[in-house]
């Protein structure tokens, strides 16, 4: 199994920065596609952004392309999220997700689905004011 911890929400104005993280742990952190959704409330969760296991390949929401950058560090365990230019509709909760290379090695492009993924983390608040 992989247990997932998210860190680095908080409180920015609209315009500002913020970097998420999500340290896993557990065997084989690499044999994972690894994806951030959000959740804000009252709405379903949503994806924002993922990355294949090897980080070649990386998938984007279309509110967020230009202003989030995922990335990850197999040695540390640990995949990013580098949030610029953000915007009072980012504010959510953000999720860290892990799905096996199984499930998503065929295409990029089915990193985009929940159902993909078999672990989560507990998420972190962002809150960005105007």
């Known amino acids: 199994q992989v247990q997932l911890v998210e860190s680095g929400g908080g409180l920015v104005q609209a315009g500002g920065s913020l970097r998420l993280s999500c340290a896993a742990s557990?065997?084989?952190?690499?044999?994972?596609?690894m994806g951030w959704f959000r959740q804000s409330p009252g709405k379903e969760r949503e994806f924002v952004a993922a990355?294949?296991?090897?980080?070649?390949?990386?998938y984007y929401t279309d509110s967020v392309k230009g202003r989030f950058t995922v990335s990850r560090d197999n040695a540390k365990n640990t995949v990013y999220l580098q949030m610029n230019s953000l915007k009072p509709e980012d504010t959510a909760v953000y999720y860290c997700?892990?799905?096996?290379?199984?499930?998503?090695?065929?295409?990029?492009?089915?990193?985009?689905?929940?159902?993909?993924?078999?672990?989560w983390g507990q998420g972190t608040q962002v809150t960005v004011s105007s």
């Open positions: 557990g065997r084989a952190f690499s044999s994972y596609a």
């Open positions: 997700a892990a799905a096996p290379n199984s499930k998503v090695r065929y295409s990029d492009y089915d990193l985009q689905f929940r159902y993909k993924y078999d672990y």
């Open positions: 990355i294949s296991w090897s980080g070649g390949s990386t």
